[in-house]
């Protein structure tokens, strides 16, 4: 398990280094890309893209962060492990799919990264066990701590 957690743990650390690529990609694309006379960064909607998809990569850091703590101190982290690959996995998803949407019609095109990892991250979902594995995993380890509990 302990090869498996480490696994997951490092695709969760890639998915978050990722997302903060694609973060700053669009903001700085958002800062340069005028419309209709002013950068697209002013825009609301462009605001609250960048937001959600600043504070779900600090949620997705945070949580690589302590689960890599209890691992490195020789703690059992196989559902915080699992927790980490399937948040951090679906949330760097998501992060690309605002970063294309911030781009626009340029965010399909390869003259941006955003383009190239739009369509690599979907790999991460993938690796070192689906999403819907990791729900097992997490789930089965919660029923085992109830059931320890009774």
């Known amino acids: 398990m302990k ?18 690529r694609l973060i700053d990609e669009s903001a700085s694309y958002a800062t340069q890309r005028k419309q209709f006379g002013t950068e697209i960064a002013n825009f609301q909607l462009v605001q609250a893209m960048l937001a ?8 997705g850091k945070c949580m690589v962060e302590a689960t890599a703590r209890s ?6 982290t196989s559902m915080n492990a699992a927790s980490c690959k ?4 679906e949330m760097v998803g998501r ?3 605002r970063a294309v949407q911030v781009h626009g019609g340029a965010g399909y095109i390869s003259e941006y990264c955003v383009e190239r ?14 999403s819907q594995i990791q729900q097992l995993v997490i ?3 919660m029923i085992r701590n109830a059931q320890n509990t009774h």
């Open 52 to 59: 959600d998809s600043q504070t779900e990569y600090y949620a």
């Open 86 to 89: 399937l948040y951090c996995t």
């Open 139 to 141: 789930a089965k380890q």
């Open 117 to 130: 990892f739009y369509r690599d991250v979907r790999l991460f979902r993938l690796y070192e066990g689906t």
């Open 71 to 76: 691992f490195d101190a020789g703690e059992s």
């Open 3 to 20: 090869v498996l957690d480490r696994g997951r743990l490092h695709i969760s650390a890639l998915s978050v280094g990722t997302a903060k």
């Open 95 to 97: 992060v690309a799919d």
